[in-house]
């Protein structure tokens, strides 16, 4: 497999230190990757491009295969940190169509049967930088797996060497974390409260000095 980078952005804590133990985060990626001579590649076959990417709402059914050997797929985990929600993730690829092309796993990737495990993908491949979908209802702390591969062989024949890179875009999170209950602001006010009061009380228990 190539070498891919992974930039996880987490929100942001709305206040106190209590504040953000109370209150969650959400969490996004940007992961970048070169699907390169080397990399691990897929049985005889790989999936079929029938147009249609995922979406929340319904569940793709498996598109079928199509009998092109060997492409290479990089892979990696993504976990769902947030309430249960639609996540859509966004593929390009920098090289010319076919590209490359994304896929989602509820588990590792078997190149023998790429219909286990299946969840979605995104319909077409991403050639000059296009973007492709791939959304996905998502429980709360699911992970499921993401494979980028090549979407065929290149109009000439061979496979192509292309960079890749994959975002996701969690709507309920937008990045910030969420603001705590009127209850929760109590339990952090009191908090507060509190430490401000020890401090005062070790400022009295001090001595002087002569």
Known sequence: MSAFSLFHVRGLCAAAALACALSPSWAAIDVTGVLQEGDTVLGANRL?????ASACGSAKAFPGNSSDAGMRYDQFTYTNTGPAQCVTFSITGNCAYPGVFLSAYSGAINPADLSEGYLGDSGSSSG???VRTLALAMSSGQTVRLVVSNGSYATEGGLQTCAWRVTSDEPLGDGVAAVPAV?????????LLAVGLGARRLRKARPRSA
Do not use: A, Q
């Open 183 to 191: 209850g929760e602001w109590g339990l952090v006010l009191t908090g």
């Open 128 to 130: 000059d930088n296009d």
């Open 48 to 52: 079929t491009r029938n147009g249609t």
